[in-house]
């Protein structure tokens, strides 16, 4: 990290367009791997792996103000310049806001399981996820997943399986062992993490 850089007054993107893909550069001083959360809550995850990996840069998705405050409030107490925190939907984003090949990790951790069968179709990781994270990783990078859901759970493993580009590894002991906001009340009523990671495939 760039040690003259001071910390910015907020962390939360302001948007000047949302019409345009973003300038990574204008998030963060340094030039350096990134890694994006997709519903990223109250955010105690993503604060901490920032905190942890000062050599990469943190993209944390949240379309709720009152959560994504949180998050903004920790990274700039810890004086964090590798986070930036962007309000929006997470579709739009995958598809119309981050540059291609920008990323280096997509971290998906409990997202809204939808269980009503009328409802499923909201989910997130369903078949046409897989393409949007190959539009936006680059050659060789991982989607990390979680959820309490099992059957949600089965999906996500469906559809990755599906996709020819994407292999399943272990999830890194250092990153499983960090949990979330929800996983930590999951886990506290003695409902297991199911978690995955799948790597794209390099160039
Ligand atoms: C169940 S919470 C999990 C939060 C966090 N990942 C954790 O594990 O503690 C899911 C979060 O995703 C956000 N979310 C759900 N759908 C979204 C969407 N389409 N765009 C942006 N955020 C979304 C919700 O507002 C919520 O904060």
């Given at each position: 990290m760039d040690s003259a850089s001071s910390p910015p007054s907020s962390l939360l993107h302001e948007f000047r367009t949302i019409l345009q893909p973003l300038t990574l550069a204008e998030h963060f001083p340094t030039v350096?791997?990134?890694?994006?959360?997709?519903?990223?809550?109250?955010?105690?995850?993503?604060?901490?792996?920032?905190?942890?990996?000062?050599?990469?840069n943190f993209l944390a998705v949240e379309r709720l103000l009152g959560r994504i405050r949180k998050p903004d409030k920790r990274g700039r107490r810890l004086g964090l310049t590798n986070l930036s925190l962007v309000r929006i939907e997470i579709g739009y984003f995958l598809e119309y806001l981050l540059p291609p090949a920008s990323a280096a990790a997509i971290h998906v951790y409990f997202p809204d399981p939808w269980p009503k069968v009328k409802h499923r179709h909201y989910r997130l990781i369903n078949e046409r996820f897989p393409a949007l994270a190959r539009r936006v990783l680059q050659p060789g990078g991982v989607v990390h997943l979680r959820t309490d859901h099992v059957e949600?759970?089965?999906?996500?493993?469906?559809?990755?399986?599906?996709?020819?580009?994407?292999?399943?590894?272990?999830?890194?002991?250092?990153?499983?062992?960090?949990t979330t906001d929800f996983e930590r009340e999951f886990n506290a009523q003695g409902i297991p993490t199911n978690r995955a990671s799948w790597r794209m495939r390099g160039a």
């Open positions: 350096q791997p990134l890694e994006v959360e997709l519903g990223a809550g109250d955010g105690s995850f993503i604060v901490e792996w920032a905190r942890r990996n000062p050599d990469r949600y759970f089965e999906q996500m493993q469906t559809v990755f399986r599906a996709d020819a580009a994407f292999t399943e590894e272990p999830t890194p002991a250092d990153l499983a062992a960090l």
